[in-house]
């Protein structure tokens, strides 16, 4: 991500990585529109209710107008017939002054949904001031450069105070001393649908739950890390910058079993690679 032009000075980062400042500067552009991203597995697209109250929420707010009548429709047909898919729903203007949808779906591997450990990510710090904001820009030019400049680890989003926001793909949790604590839905973070049914999951369990800051600088404190999203469901963060997040925890497990039992009910039978295959301690 590139710094802001002019004569004033570019922001210094107070952490790794530059900074992103003014509001302009690499913003997402809303003239692309915004989009879903669902899971879908033999024709079913996973939490599509919520999806689709997210998205409309979204349109009204940017656009003044509604989710175009029959989008559910549209997914419906797309996701028929596919297997295990990422099917991503964009809804943009049309130059008339209207909204129109399109929908791409796209195979695959079941390794990807749920992954192990040994899949786990690494998360390096990129700071954009204020966060992207709660919607799910079209506009991904700014995340795919946090992205490339990165690789292989994955960006996560820092406010100018250290305050970590959410992955380039994903909502952040981390466990500490038997608690559940994610950044809250402020307005920085976009509130992710997976986000949110592992909130609801961790009440059920009685999971002590805090949607409070996570600083960057407190990493040391944590017990487990893991990134939420549609596609993947709970996702292990293995390290930040260098530094080994544990994994010493029984309440990711617990959620795991939990989404994958709450997915199996969604779509009537889905278990991605099986209850075995996604060991998290040992």
Request: proline share 9%; charged share 25%; with cysteine.
């Amino acid at each position: 991500m590139s710094s802001s032009s002019g004569t004033a000075p570019a922001p210094s980062p107070t952490l790794a990585g530059p900074a992103v400042g003014a509001p302009g500067d690499g913003r997402p552009d809303p003239s692309f529109g915004v989009f879903e991203t669902l899971l879908v597995t033999d024709g079913r697209p996973l939490e599509l209710d919520a999806h689709l109250a997210r998205l409309d929420a979204s349109l009204r707010v940017l656009f003044g107008a509604p989710l175009p009548p029959a989008v559910a429709e549209l997914v419906l047909d797309r996701a028929r017939g596919a297997g295990l898919a990422r099917l991503r729903l964009t809804v943009a203007p049309d130059g008339d002054r209207g909204l129109s949808a399109d929908v791409v779906v796209a195979p695959i591997g079941a390794d990807l949904v749920m992954p192990g450990w040994d899949r786990g990510v690494e998360l390096a710090p990129r700071i954009v001031a204020g966060g992207i904001g709660a919607h799910k820009w079209a506009d991904r030019r700014l995340l795919a450069a946090a992205d490339a400049a990165l690789a292989p680890r994955l960006p996560v989003l820092l406010d100018r105070d250290g305050a970590m926001l959410e992955a380039s793909r994903g909502n952040l949790f981390v466990v500490r001393d038997g608690t559940l604590v994610t950044p809250p839905a402020d307005g920085r973070i976009l509130p992710g649908i997976t986000r949110g049914r592992v909130l609801l999951l961790a009440a059920e369990l009685e999971i002590p739950v805090h949607e409070a800051a996570v600083p960057w600088d407190r990493l040391r404190d944590t017990d487990a890390m893991f990134l939420t999203g549609a596609v993947r469901g709970i996702e292990p963060v293995r390290g930040c910058d260098g530094r080994i997040i544990r994994r010493d925890d029984e309440i990711t497990p617990l959620l795991c079993r939990e989404l994958r039992r709450h997915w199996n009910r969604d779509a009537g039978h889905f278990r991605p690679q099986g209850e075995t295959a996604h060991a998290w301690t040992g």
